[in-house]
Every structure is written in C-alpha cells, then in structure tokens.
C-alpha cells in the first residue's frame, strides 16, 4: 500500500458506480477506527480464529454531500434528512454495481463489478 497506508487506514477513494454513474468516492482515510481498532475489539468480544476476515463496513465522510455514499441505506438516509423523503430506490434486477479502488490509474485491489439478477 506504501504511503496510501497511514495510522492503520487507507488513505485512497472508493469509487462506486451504480448502472455507470458515480454514486460515490468517499476516502477511506476518514474512517472513525482504524483496523487494529476494529480486529482489538473483535478480538475482545469473541474467539478470532486463523483466517478470519476483518471488515470496517460502509465507506463514508463527513462530507458526503460532496462525495456521495458507498451504501444505499446511507443515501437513502441522507436524503430523508435533507429532504423529508428518499428518493433513491433500491437495487432492481439488471442493476449493476462496479467498486474499486484506485492508486495512480491501477486497480488496488481489482474491481467488484455485479449484476443484480434473479435467482
């Protein structure tokens, strides 16, 4: 990660693209805890075996009027308090959803690029 890892963060922008359109490009540098953090209080709360997978869950900034959201949920809830009433929908079928992070044009991680299809 180089200098894009500081203080136990990723200091970089999660693009997410909802049917092709930019949703949102929050930094992951804004997170409240860093991942030593989140594994120390997992690891306090339950048995963490080997392999265990560490998540921080949603990707967000206090400037999220700015540079949108990474959930639905979160936008969803962003505008009923700005508006009174949410006006994005939810993921339908044929919906596609595209996330990925980028440092200098090249793909950090590989994208997550799914479409939503009936089961």
Do not use: P
């Amino acid at each position: 990660m180089g200098e894009s890892w500081a203080d136990g963060r990723i200091h970089l922008n999660l693009l997410v693209d909802w049917n092709g359109e930019r949703f949102g490009a929050a930094n992951g540098g804004a997170m409240g805890f860093c991942f030593g953090q989140l594994i120390a209080h997992a690891a306090r709360t339950r048995d963490l075996c080997a392999g265990t997978i560490i998540g921080s869950g949603t990707v967000s900034n206090e400037n999220y009027r700015q540079v949108g959201s990474s959930c639905v949920a979160e936008r969803r809830g962003i505008e009923m308090l700005d508006e009174g009433a949410a006006r994005t929908g939810f993921l339908r079928f044929g919906d596609r959803v595209r996330m990925e992070v980028l440092r200098d044009g090249q793909s950090v991680f590989g994208a997550i690029d799914q479409e939503v299809v009936k089961g």
